[in-house]
Protein backbone atom coordinates (compact mmCIF):
# COMPACT_ATOMS: atom_id res chain seq x y z
CA UNK A 1 0.00 0.00 0.00
CA UNK A 2 1.65 3.29 -1.18
CA UNK A 3 2.27 5.88 1.94
CA UNK A 4 3.31 9.29 1.21
CA UNK A 5 5.00 10.93 4.11
CA UNK A 6 5.78 15.31 4.50
CA UNK A 7 8.41 16.63 6.81
CA UNK A 8 8.49 18.59 8.74
CA UNK A 9 4.73 19.29 9.51
CA UNK A 10 5.02 22.41 10.49
CA UNK A 11 8.16 25.47 9.56
CA UNK A 12 8.20 28.50 10.40
CA UNK A 13 11.13 31.07 9.05
CA UNK A 14 12.27 34.31 8.54
CA UNK A 15 11.50 36.19 4.95
CA UNK A 16 14.30 35.17 2.57
CA UNK A 17 15.43 32.46 3.81
CA UNK A 18 16.07 29.61 1.15
CA UNK A 19 13.59 26.15 2.07
CA UNK A 20 13.52 22.52 1.87
CA UNK A 21 10.47 20.64 1.80
CA UNK A 22 10.68 17.04 2.10
CA UNK A 23 8.30 14.03 0.51
CA UNK A 24 9.07 10.29 0.81
CA UNK A 25 6.83 7.52 -1.04
CA UNK A 26 6.73 3.75 -0.51
CA UNK A 27 6.17 2.54 -3.92
CA UNK A 28 8.09 3.34 -6.86
CA UNK A 29 5.69 2.36 -8.85
CA UNK A 30 4.18 5.95 -10.03
CA UNK A 31 2.98 8.07 -12.87
CA UNK A 32 4.23 11.65 -11.65
CA UNK A 33 4.61 13.64 -8.14
CA UNK A 34 2.81 16.67 -7.58
CA UNK A 35 3.32 19.57 -5.30
CA UNK A 36 0.62 21.72 -4.39
CA UNK A 37 0.07 24.67 -2.64
CA UNK A 38 -3.09 24.96 0.23
CA UNK A 39 -4.10 28.15 1.27
CA UNK A 40 -6.66 27.72 4.48
CA UNK A 41 -9.92 27.22 3.54
CA UNK A 42 -9.19 26.62 -0.41
CA UNK A 43 -8.42 24.26 -2.88
CA UNK A 44 -5.14 23.22 -3.75
CA UNK A 45 -3.32 24.92 -6.79
CA UNK A 46 -1.03 23.19 -8.53
CA UNK A 47 2.75 23.99 -8.69
CA UNK A 48 4.97 21.47 -9.94
CA UNK A 49 4.30 18.05 -11.57
CA UNK A 50 7.25 15.94 -12.11
CA UNK A 51 6.62 12.97 -14.47
CA UNK A 52 8.67 9.56 -13.68
CA UNK A 53 10.95 9.86 -16.14
CA UNK A 54 12.10 13.13 -14.77
CA UNK A 55 14.79 13.80 -12.34
CA UNK A 56 13.09 18.05 -11.65
CA UNK A 57 11.45 20.63 -12.66
CA UNK A 58 11.59 24.38 -12.06
CA UNK A 59 9.26 27.47 -12.02
CA UNK A 60 10.30 30.60 -10.79
CA UNK A 61 11.47 30.19 -7.24
CA UNK A 62 10.66 26.38 -7.14
CA UNK A 63 12.45 23.56 -7.98
CA UNK A 64 11.26 19.97 -7.25
CA UNK A 65 13.31 16.98 -7.22
CA UNK A 66 12.44 13.24 -8.16
CA UNK A 67 14.74 10.28 -6.83
CA UNK A 68 12.16 7.16 -7.61
CA UNK A 69 14.35 4.57 -6.39
CA UNK A 70 14.63 6.24 -2.79
CA UNK A 71 10.95 6.92 -3.11
CA UNK A 72 12.17 10.89 -2.55
CA UNK A 73 11.16 14.40 -3.37
CA UNK A 74 11.70 17.54 -2.33
CA UNK A 75 10.78 21.01 -3.07
CA UNK A 76 13.02 24.00 -2.88
CA UNK A 77 11.58 27.16 -2.38
CA UNK A 78 13.95 30.04 -2.49
CA UNK A 79 14.35 33.68 -0.89
CA UNK A 80 10.99 33.13 0.87
CA UNK A 81 8.62 35.26 0.91
CA UNK A 82 5.52 35.92 3.55
CA UNK A 83 3.39 35.18 0.50
CA UNK A 84 4.89 31.78 0.22
CA UNK A 85 2.92 31.24 3.85
CA UNK A 86 0.44 28.08 3.35
CA UNK A 87 0.37 24.34 3.11
CA UNK A 88 2.26 22.54 0.54
CA UNK A 89 1.22 18.91 0.26
CA UNK A 90 3.48 16.83 -2.28
CA UNK A 91 1.00 13.74 -4.25
CA UNK A 92 2.43 10.35 -6.22
CA UNK A 93 -0.14 9.08 -8.72
CA UNK A 94 -0.09 5.24 -8.89
CA UNK A 95 -4.20 5.03 -10.31
CA UNK A 96 -5.08 8.04 -8.18
CA UNK A 97 -3.63 10.85 -6.74
CA UNK A 98 -2.12 9.69 -2.94
CA UNK A 99 -1.28 12.76 -0.65
CA UNK A 100 0.99 13.35 2.03
CA UNK A 101 -0.29 15.10 5.65
CA UNK A 102 1.48 18.51 4.47
CA UNK A 103 4.15 20.95 5.62
CA UNK A 104 2.78 23.83 7.09
CA UNK A 105 5.06 26.69 6.07
CA UNK A 106 4.81 30.28 7.72
CA UNK A 107 7.23 33.25 6.66
CA UNK A 108 7.20 36.02 8.67
CA UNK A 109 8.90 39.61 7.88
CA UNK B 1 -9.23 29.59 -19.72
CA UNK B 2 -11.41 29.00 -17.05
CA UNK B 3 -10.61 26.65 -14.09
CA UNK B 4 -12.35 24.01 -12.21
CA UNK B 5 -15.80 25.31 -10.91
CA UNK B 6 -17.11 23.93 -7.85
CA UNK B 7 -21.02 24.79 -6.64
CA UNK B 8 -21.99 25.77 -4.11
CA UNK B 9 -18.77 27.11 -2.12
CA UNK B 10 -20.72 26.35 1.38
CA UNK B 11 -23.49 23.88 2.97
CA UNK B 12 -24.96 23.42 5.61
CA UNK B 13 -27.29 20.40 6.38
CA UNK B 14 -28.79 18.19 8.62
CA UNK B 15 -28.17 14.75 10.13
CA UNK B 16 -29.95 12.79 7.92
CA UNK B 17 -30.50 15.07 4.75
CA UNK B 18 -28.79 14.26 1.36
CA UNK B 19 -26.69 16.83 -0.52
CA UNK B 20 -25.41 16.65 -3.83
CA UNK B 21 -22.65 18.66 -4.97
CA UNK B 22 -21.64 19.91 -8.68
CA UNK B 23 -17.79 20.38 -10.20
CA UNK B 24 -17.24 21.50 -13.99
CA UNK B 25 -13.57 20.40 -15.06
CA UNK B 26 -11.60 22.36 -17.14
CA UNK B 27 -12.88 22.64 -20.80
CA UNK B 28 -11.68 19.23 -22.74
CA UNK B 29 -10.66 17.28 -19.92
CA UNK B 30 -12.48 14.25 -19.26
CA UNK B 31 -11.51 12.97 -16.22
CA UNK B 32 -12.83 14.13 -13.16
CA UNK B 33 -11.91 13.24 -9.55
CA UNK B 34 -13.72 13.67 -5.71
CA UNK B 35 -11.54 14.08 -2.42
CA UNK B 36 -12.49 14.41 0.80
CA UNK B 37 -9.93 16.09 3.24
CA UNK B 38 -10.66 16.45 6.91
CA UNK B 39 -8.08 17.18 9.35
CA UNK B 40 -7.67 14.21 11.19
CA UNK B 41 -7.91 12.00 7.74
CA UNK B 42 -6.14 14.44 5.34
CA UNK B 43 -7.13 14.30 1.42
CA UNK B 44 -9.07 11.24 0.75
CA UNK B 45 -9.81 9.61 -2.65
CA UNK B 46 -13.39 9.05 -3.08
CA UNK B 47 -13.94 8.03 -6.80
CA UNK B 48 -13.22 8.99 -10.44
CA UNK B 49 -14.97 9.43 -13.41
CA UNK B 50 -14.29 9.37 -17.05
CA UNK B 51 -16.17 9.27 -20.11
CA UNK B 52 -19.59 9.25 -17.67
CA UNK B 53 -18.16 6.11 -16.18
CA UNK B 54 -16.58 5.52 -12.85
CA UNK B 55 -13.05 4.22 -13.24
CA UNK B 56 -12.09 3.93 -9.92
CA UNK B 57 -13.67 4.01 -6.38
CA UNK B 58 -12.04 4.97 -2.74
CA UNK B 59 -13.05 2.86 0.58
CA UNK B 60 -15.54 5.17 1.16
CA UNK B 61 -19.60 3.54 2.04
CA UNK B 62 -22.49 3.24 -0.35
CA UNK B 63 -24.35 6.41 0.66
CA UNK B 64 -21.25 8.35 -1.84
CA UNK B 65 -22.21 8.25 -5.26
CA UNK B 66 -21.56 10.37 -7.69
CA UNK B 67 -21.81 10.42 -11.88
CA UNK B 68 -20.98 12.25 -15.23
CA UNK B 69 -22.47 14.35 -17.77
CA UNK B 70 -22.17 13.82 -21.49
CA UNK B 71 -20.17 17.38 -20.90
CA UNK B 72 -18.00 16.10 -18.90
CA UNK B 73 -19.52 17.84 -15.98
CA UNK B 74 -19.52 15.62 -12.67
CA UNK B 75 -21.72 15.00 -9.47
CA UNK B 76 -21.21 13.71 -5.86
CA UNK B 77 -24.40 12.80 -3.79
CA UNK B 78 -24.01 11.64 -0.03
CA UNK B 79 -27.03 10.57 1.36
CA UNK B 80 -27.80 9.93 4.88
CA UNK B 81 -25.53 12.89 5.93
CA UNK B 82 -23.56 11.84 8.98
CA UNK B 83 -21.64 14.37 11.49
CA UNK B 84 -18.41 12.83 10.25
CA UNK B 85 -19.03 13.62 6.63
CA UNK B 86 -18.48 17.32 7.59
CA UNK B 87 -15.75 18.06 5.42
CA UNK B 88 -14.20 20.02 2.53
CA UNK B 89 -15.04 17.94 -0.74
CA UNK B 90 -12.72 18.73 -3.59
CA UNK B 91 -13.04 18.08 -7.48
CA UNK B 92 -10.00 17.45 -9.52
CA UNK B 93 -9.94 18.05 -13.33
CA UNK B 94 -7.45 15.98 -15.96
CA UNK B 95 -7.20 15.47 -19.64
CA UNK B 96 -6.95 11.95 -18.48
CA UNK B 97 -6.99 10.51 -15.54
CA UNK B 98 -6.07 7.60 -14.46
CA UNK B 99 -2.93 5.44 -15.93
CA UNK B 100 -1.66 8.30 -17.70
CA UNK B 101 0.77 10.91 -16.21
CA UNK B 102 -2.07 13.72 -16.68
CA UNK B 103 -1.54 17.49 -14.36
CA UNK B 104 -4.79 17.06 -11.95
CA UNK B 105 -6.18 20.58 -10.98
CA UNK B 106 -8.43 21.40 -8.37
CA UNK B 107 -11.37 23.37 -7.63
CA UNK B 108 -11.39 25.76 -4.81
CA UNK B 109 -13.78 22.67 -3.36
CA UNK B 110 -17.26 22.59 -0.90
CA UNK B 111 -17.22 23.06 2.54
CA UNK B 112 -19.83 20.77 4.13
CA UNK B 113 -21.01 20.96 7.58
CA UNK B 114 -23.60 18.85 9.10
CA UNK B 115 -25.23 19.76 12.15
Known amino acids: KQEVTQIPAALSVPEGENLVLNCSFT??????LQWFRQDPGKGLTSLLL?????REQTSGRLNASLDKSSGRSTLYIAASQPGDSATYLC????????FGTGTRLQVFP | KAGVTQTPRYLIKTRGQQVTLSCSPI?????VSWYQQTPGQGLQFLFE???????NKGNFPGRFSGRQFSNSRSEMNVSTLELGDSALYLC??????????????FGQGTRLTVV
Open chain 2, 92 to 105: ASSLEGRGTSSEAF
Open chain 2, 49 to 55: YFSETQR
Open chain 1, 50 to 54: IQSSQ
Open chain 1, 91 to 98: AVKPDKLI
Open chain 1, 27 to 32: DSAIYN
Open chain 2, 27 to 31: SGHRS
